[in-house]
Every structure is written in C-alpha cells, then in structure tokens.
C-alpha cells in the first residue's frame, strides 16, 4: 500500500510536467457543475492526461463515472490521514473532490502521440463501393452521380436501374431503423419534385435493418440491400466479395 504523502508529492511533480498519471485507489468522489453527485467509497482507477482533463473508472465498464474537461485545475493535499485531490475548472463551473482512503498503485509518464485516428468504413467510402461496383446493389444498376445535393442533405448514390427508372440509394454503415427509413423518402421525395417525375425508386442499403423499418419501407414501396461496409484496414466480411472480383 501507498503513503499519501508520497503520493501526495509524486502527483504534485507530475502535474507540473504535464505527465500522464495512472493511480489506482478506495475513494469517495464528490461532484459538482453539470449536477450534484456523490460517489460512496469504492476502488476505481483515475487517469489524469497532459491537458488535464481526468476520468474516473470503476472496476467495470468501458465509459467514467466521473470526469473532467481540459484546462481543469489539480491540487493534492493530506488532511485527517486522507489524500484529497481538488479539481476545478472554473470556465465550465465544475468542481470534482477525490478523497482516496488507499492508494494501491501510482504511476506518471509523459506520453507522446502525434497520430491522428483513420476512420474506414463509413457511408462515404459505401458510396463509392457501391459507385465502383454497382452490382452491388443489384442487376443492371447504374450510378449516375454521387453526393446529389437536395434540400434535405445529399444522397449518398442517384443512379438509374435496368428498366432506367431514376433511383436514389441511401446508405448507413450499421443497422438500418426507422429514422433511416424516413431519409430515404424524404429523399425520393424530394428528386420528384425537383426532376418533376412520377417515379423514382428508393434503396436502403446497409449490414441489416429493424424488422419494424423494413416494414415501413415496404409499405412505402422501397428496397433494402444488405451491404457490408467496406474494410479497407481489414480483410473483408467472407460474405462480402471484394472488389477486384467483378
């Protein structure tokens, strides 16, 4: 087990060299700002970054308990046999008391990281999978253009299918629901007015979709695809064929 005092004073230096600190310690946490919150003794792992925000977690579950913006203000002391960590951030008007009963580890570090995160997969690269490879969609389907702007937003593929009947495909990148429905025709909706048809095809295409919006969707005479996002940082779904095999 920990001496607060030494962790009182290890804190203290790290905070001041801006390194990443990791501690794990029995505490009470008491919180206010966004709402009122008290958090009874318990063992959580606080992780205080270089920009000084802090997450406090407990010894399950991916998401904190509590936490703190950047820009917030860190002070240690031992008080009553206590080590008490202090945290205020006075532009968002929240402060954060950690009183810690025991301390079970405690590690600083300065970290260095310059990277930023690649995001494959989303419903623009769908796009232009399914632009590149329209069979995708089905038979005889042909992209006429991609990101067609309307008032709502813009359409992900406008193409025109075997019988060319003008069609709109709206992509998402997980599971279809109601909402995703609802774009679609507004979508459609929208082209017919704006090309002054009576016909246009609307296409749902995603992994899979909400038993209640495929019956929405076809009640509205609309088609769902089950399309797999592509993973270009990953090999492919085995139910998905790539692209150099059409």
């Given at each position: 087990m920990w001496k607060k005092e030494e962790v009182c004073s290890l804190?203290?230096?790290?905070?001041?060299?801006?390194?990443?600190?990791?501690l794990a310690a029995k505490c009470e946490i008491k919180y206010s700002g966004r709402a009122e919150s008290y958090l009874g003794d318990?063992?959580?792992?606080?992780?205080?970054k270089e920009d000084y925000s802090l997450?406090?977690?407990?010894p399950q579950g991916n998401a904190p308990v509590n936490y703190m913006k950047s820009g917030t203000i860190h002070s240690s002391f031992v008080e009553d046999g206590f080590l008490f960590l202090k945290c205020e951030n006075l532009v968002q008007k929240e402060?954060?008391?950690?009183?810690?009963?025991?301390?079970?580890?405690f590690n600083s570090h300065k970290l260095n990281d310059s990277q930023k995160i690649v995001l494959q997969g989303n419903e623009a690269d769908?796009?232009?999978m399914i632009y590149k490879a329209p069979e995708i969609i089905e038979d005889g389907f042909k992209p006429v253009s991609q990101e067609e702007q309307t008032a709502y937003g813009f359409i992900d593929v406008l193409g025109t299918d075997k019988e060319d009947i003008l069609t709109v495909v709206e992509c998402k990148r997980y599971c279809a629901d109601l909402a995703a429905v609802t774009q679609l025709?507004?979508?459609?909706?929208?082209?017919m007015d704006a090309k002054g048809l009576k016909n246009v095809r609307g296409i749902l295409a995603a992994p899979r979709i909400t038993d209640n919006a495929k019956k929405m969707l076809e009640d509205w005479g609309y088609s769902f695809v089950s399309v797999i996002p592509p993973k270009y940082l990953a090999e492919y779904s085995k139910s998905q064929s790539k692209l150099d095999e059409y």
């Open positions: 804190l203290k230096d790290a905070v001041a060299r801006r390194e990443i600190v990791v318990g063992d959580r792992l606080i992780i205080l997450l406090v977690h407990q402060f954060l008391t950690i009183i810690m009963k025991k301390v079970y580890f769908m796009a232009n025709r507004r979508y459609v909706e929208r082209i």
